[in-house]
């Protein structure tokens, strides 16, 4: 049963994409062979099914009981033979038409193993003409196959030579039967399908695995259910792997690859690849499936009790949570105990010492080094100094730092760490914004946007600032003055505390600075980090998009900053 489609379907999600479906083998045995009972027709009416068998009849009694139902998705099964070539074959038609083949049965073998003879003997062989996927999909002009599904009867390697073109152009996840001893003769085996599969860029996944007993032994064992013969085995290409080919790494293949895990059955997957299409494009709206994530987790009572705005699928990604009501999915501290209530908060130490706050980091504080300004022997008020990842900065320019933080938890670790400084816990949202010093250097990165109230914030720390002023924000596109509030998860460690922040654009915070100082600066460099753009000439951006700002009391003679607002950029 799908997790998350259902959620996708609701908000819209679903509508954006249009699924192709390609069964090669696809005779309809029972009501399991038909897709629209697999799940598949949640993405109705834009769906394509192709169904392909070698047997007219079966192809005709598909289509005539398509004809017969009400379906809303485009299905059609074409009676030809799919090899690795076009041209002439022997289809060897056996005792039960499933299991038919271009192979000839291995009827010696076949007669070890009970159950197999009566099927899979061969009845008789006729001459066919054959054909390859890529070469109908030329003629009929499709260019996308999105899930390949192919149960031949041993001949599943040929149908995939002869769909290199798609396959390497479009197919992200594929069913293959294979076979793991030589029920036909002269068959591929999985480790030939497997070596070609792995070659085009596949990885196994899983096995469904067909085993049986040898048929003169009246003794079964209560442990192994006899030798491993075939199976149906799943394959899914990666496409969130940094070394892949960028035609097929774009976000509306990677959210195809995430429904069709889904519909697999390999939810884990599903949640990996819509997290990572989140927080790489979120800004997006088409991408972002934050709620759709928090949603489809609430399913789960004993993800709720232990807070889902915790887990690692989630933290990352809180600041595309939009309207959903985080603190409904938190357990009545009625009917949690103590221990439970504290594995309910977000352990700010994971989220400030994940690998991507860490980089961010890293890029941040090595590019205002590089800005060359005298920073050394200052006082310094940090504002926003969460857990103290920037602190050390200023320290080992022998500043005398003054950290504030709003979160009590976070300054309890801040203090932890830096028990020789002086730490006070500030809210700049609060109206009491007394601090009775001034600071030769105000230093607030990653502030200002988790405020709903950014001047006021400004002229705090315009009033607190007796030199230099380093703003860091997230920020829009745009040339507008605009503030841009939205909504951002209070409990997570790294959000606002009452919830709701702001992404203004640059020139509103670039006119705010010019009210309470007479030099403002950007500088002509940016961060070696993604969310730090260079080309301000775009609308828009799929991922969150920061600028750097520098006001001071006196004139700057740097030639890494200029009194403007630059379109263009360098990367650091």
């Not at 050394?376 to 926003?384: A, F, S, Y």
């Not at 705090?460 to 230099?468: E, G, I, N």
């Not at 507008?480 to 997570?492: G, K, P, Q, Y």
């Given at each position: 049963m799908s997790v998350f489609l259902p959620s996708l379907k609701r908000s819209g999600h679903l509508d954006q994409i249009h699924m192709t479906v390609c069964n090669v083998g696809s005779r309809k045995?029972?009501?399991?062979?038909?897709?629209?009972?697999?799940?598949?027709?949640?993405?109705?009416?834009?769906?394509?099914?192709?169904?392909?068998?070698?047997?007219?009849?079966?192809?005709?009694?598909?289509?005539?009981?398509?004809?017969?139902?009400?379906?809303?998705?485009t299905e059609k099964h074409i009676p030809l033979a799919l090899a690795n070539s076009v041209g002439e074959s022997i289809l060897y038609v056996t005792k039960h038409p499933m299991c038919s083949s271009l192979y000839p049965p291995n009827e010696p073998y076949l007669e070890r193993f009970s159950g197999l003879p009566e099927l899979v003997n061969l009845d008789f062989y006729v001459g066919i003409e054959t054909t390859t996927l890529d070469d109908f999909c030329q003629s009929e002009g499709i260019e996308e196959i999105d899930f390949l599904q192919i149960d031949v009867q041993g001949a599943e390697l040929q149908v995939l030579q002869g769909?290199?073109?798609?396959?390497?152009?479009?197919?992200?996840?594929?069913?293959?039967?294979?076979?793991?001893?030589?029920?036909?003769?002269n068959q591929p085996l999985f480790a030939d399908v497997d070596i070609y599969l792995r070659e085009q860029g596949f990885t196994l996944f899983d096995l469904d695995r067909a085993y049986r007993f040898r048929s003169i032994s009246p003794i079964r064992s209560t442990v192994r259910e006899g030798q491993l013969l075939y199976g149906d085995a799943f394959y899914f290409r990666d496409l969130i792997d940094d070394n892949l080919e960028k035609n097929l790494k774009t976000p509306e293949k990677i959210l195809k690859l995430a429904c069709i895990a889904d519909i697999l059955n390999f939810p884990d997957y599903t949640l990996e690849l819509l997290e990572y299409l989140t927080f790489h494009y979120g800004s997006n709206p088409d991408y972002n499936f934050a709620n759709n994530i928090v949603e489809s987790l609430a399913q789960f009572p004993e993800l709720v009790n232990k807070g889902i705005t915790s887990l690692p699928a989630v933290s990352r990604i809180l600041d595309y949570i939009d309207g959903y009501d985080i603190d409904s999915l938190i357990a009545s501290e009625a009917d949690i105990t103590t221990k439970d209530q504290q594995e309910l908060l977000i352990d700010p130490l994971k989220v400030f010492q994940s690998d991507g706050y860490l980089r961010h980091n890293q890029r941040r504080l090595e590019h205002l080094a590089s800005l060359g300004l005298d920073l050394?022997?200052?006082?310094?008020?940090?504002?926003?100094a969460g857990i103290g990842d920037h602190t050390s900065f200023f320290l080992d320019r022998s500043c005398e730092v003054v950290a504030a933080e709003g979160r009590p938890q976070n300054v309890e670790i801040l203090r932890s760490r830096y028990p020789h400084i002086e730490t006070i816990q500030l809210d700049l949202e609060t109206?009491?914004?007394?601090?009775?010093?001034?600071?030769?250097?105000?230093?607030?990165?990653?502030?200002?946007?988790?405020?709903?109230?950014?001047?006021?914030?400004?002229?705090?720390?315009?009033?607190?600032?007796?030199?230099?002023?380093?703003?860091?924000?997230?920020?829009?596109?745009?040339e507008?003055?605009?503030?841009?509030?939205?909504?951002?998860?209070?409990?997570?460690p790294s959000q606002a505390i009452s919830?709701?922040?702001?992404?203004?654009?640059?020139?509103?915070?670039?006119?705010?600075?010019?009210?309470?100082?007479?030099?403002?600066?950007?500088?002509?460099?940016?961060?070696?980090?993604?969310?730090?753009?260079i080309d301000w000439t775009l609308s828009s951006s799929e991922i969150l998009v920061r600028s750097v700002f520098i006001a001071s009391r006196q004139k700057l003679n740097n030639f890494l900053l200029v009194e403007d607002i630059p379109l263009k950029q360098q990367r650091h």
């Open positions: 045995l029972s009501s399991e062979d038909d897709y629209g009972s697999q799940g598949w027709e949640i993405f109705a009416p834009h769906l394509t099914i192709y169904g392909f068998d070698a047997d007219a009849d079966a192809c005709e009694a598909s289509n005539t009981d398509l004809e017969a139902q009400p379906i809303n998705w769909a290199s073109q798609i396959l390497g152009q479009s197919i992200l996840a594929m069913q293959a039967e294979v076979g793991f001893s030589h029920l036909y003769k050394v022997g200052k006082t310094v008020l940090e504002l926003g109206a009491d914004l007394k601090i009775n010093q001034q600071f030769d250097i105000v230093y607030s990165y990653e502030l200002l946007y988790h405020l709903q109230t950014p001047a006021q914030a400004i002229e705090f720390m315009a009033r607190s600032c007796q030199k230099m002023l380093l703003l860091e924000t997230c920020v829009s596109f745009g507008e003055e605009a503030i841009n509030l939205c909504r951002e998860v209070a409990d997570n919830g709701k922040g702001c992404r203004p654009t640059r020139r509103w915070v670039y006119n705010q600075l010019k009210q309470y100082f007479e030099f403002v600066y950007m500088p002509i460099t940016q961060p070696n980090h993604e969310e730090f753009p």
